[in-house]
């Protein structure tokens, strides 16, 4: 069951209607809202349907651990044992058989080939939003250690806080600090930004089902999957639209999300801000991702001293910092290649001070240029299957022999209005009128469904998952 589906349209509506109408009983209202995200994610993968409960759980007990040990030694040893349990089983589904791979690679080098070798890779089935959701168990508890979040929570609390079903596959990461608090109290529904959801919404689905699934489905596949069949420039304009299409696809979800929560009365953070407007790579993160480029900065990068220590010390931690954050989104070279190259980046621009002295309008516009083309052409190894795959795509962007096939206008017009969302006002500044807040909750409801299923009316046939599910 994916956000652009009739069939989310209708579960939604459902839980919408009857979440509001729970209000008056807050603890009924969230146990309500727990089954219905237990109920969404066992009609992506049921099988892992454990995995989701048991993971909170054990954060959940070991967070009361950390809460009532009073000895601070005691204290960082359970958080350390607790934060690698959390990776463990984050490492087993998704990293297992890229180090099995490794070990053989290296066995096979040294002139040793044995029948064993094929039994130790497991292929594990990934859960979906195994990382998101691990992600956010080790939020919880690094935030009870560091006292931003009283450990006296009740369970019930923590499972919906990590299981929420408009952020649990796909994000955005949302800090237990943050997110937490607002359960103890039932929302209010004079109180819901109706309007400015339902435009979140919209534009959402217009990014994902027109923009990012036509470019993906058109372009960025049939090039990325046979670059040698195409030529420079159909290999550029593709290359461009995967930039286009996964800021579509991606915002899109976290566009989705933020409405959905807007619409149950919680909020989310900001998760992504004209990115490929950046005139740095430090501004790109802190437009790009914004949840994760925050997780990584707060409990990776600062823990490990930040910029606080030497310089080669500081250039270190951004290459540790930028390495894990691409291992984090798959386990393949092409994702650490990926992580290092934006590593690489920030070192030099803070060794050459990048981003001071921009003065005038026309160095504003070369920085901007500069990055984000930087930006793209790491995409390339992170679109690419293989780095085979990144070498024939970097290969072909130098074939000038084979004539255009793929840059048409109807695509380059469709790339023109993804990056047209750069160059518009954000549209938190829209201040839009909400002129519904007193309606019952029904008419929320109705409305709600009826321009729903219109869009999905509209929607091209068979679209595409999210890029960030396989994540």
């Known amino acids: 069951m994916l956000f652009p589906t009739l069939e989310f349209a209708l579960f939604f509506t459902i839980v919408f209607y009857l979440s509001w109408e729970l209000v008056f009983n807050n603890s009924y209202r969230k146990l309500f809202l727990l089954l219905a995200s237990y109920f969404f994610y066992a009609t992506l993968d049921f099988r892992f349907l454990p995995i989701l409960i048991l993971s909170p759980t054990l954060n959940f007990l070991f967070g009361l651990w950390i809460g009532v040990e009073e000895d601070p030694k005691i204290k960082k040893y359970i958080l350390m044992f607790t934060i690698a349990a959390n990776l463990t089983l984050l490492g087993v589904f998704k990293y297992f058989d890229f180090f099995a791979g490794g070990l053989v690679e290296i066995v096979n080098m040294l002139g040793v080939t044995a029948a064993w070798q094929d039994d130790v890779f497991m292929n594990f089935v990934l859960p979906l939003g195994i990382s998101f959701f691990t992600f956010q168990g080790i939020s919880y508890l690094v935030d009870i250690y560091r006292k931003e979040l009283t450990y006296k929570n009740s369970l019930l609390d923590v499972l919906l806080y990590i299981s929420f079903f408009p952020h649990l596959v796909a994000g955005p990461i949302v800090k237990a600090s943050e997110f937490i608090p607002q359960l103890k109290q039932p929302p209010k529904t004079d109180q819901i930004p109706f309007l400015f959801s339902i435009v979140l919404i919209v534009l959402g689905l217009f990014k994902k089902v027109v923009i990012a699934n036509y470019l993906g489905v058109d372009i960025v596949d049939p090039i990325f999957e046979n670059p040698k069949a195409y030529g420079s420039l159909d290999m550029i304009f593709a290359v461009y639209c995967y930039a286009v299409q996964i800021f579509c696809d991606f915002s899109a979800y976290t566009d989705m999300a933020i ?209 960030y599910f396989r994540f």
């Open 259 to 467: 409405g959905l929560a807007y619409l149950l009365g919680y909020q989310f953070p900001l998760n992504f801000n004209q990115p490929y407007r950046a005139t740095s790579l430090k501004d790109f993160w802190n437009r790009w991702h914004i949840s994760l480029s925050r997780w990584l900065k707060e409990y990776l990068y600062i823990p490990m001293g930040g910029n606080r220590v030497s310089e080669k010390r500081t250039y270190q931690n951004l290459l540790i910092t930028m390495g894990l954050g691409g291992l984090w989104h798959g386990a393949s070279w092409n994702f650490i290649t990926w992580g290092l190259l934006h590593g690489i980046g920030l070192a030099f621009e803070k060794r050459f001070q990048w981003d001071e002295g921009i003065t005038s309008w026309a160095k504003k516009a070369l920085h901007i240029f500069l990055v984000f083309n930087f930006v793209c052409f790491a995409w390339i190894f992170f679109r690419a299957e293989s780095f085979m795959k990144s070498y024939e795509v970097l290969f072909q962007l130098f074939d000038f022999s084979k004539p255009i096939v793929k840059m048409t206008p109807f695509y380059f017009c469709l790339f023109a209005l993804g990056m047209s969302f750069h160059y518009v006002k954000p549209l938190r500044s829209w201040q839009i009128n909400d002129r519904m807040l007193k309606l019952p909750a029904f008419a929320y409801a109705f409305i709600f469904a009826i321009m729903i299923t219109v869009i999905t009316a509209l929607m091209p046939e068979g679209i595409a998952p999210f890029i």
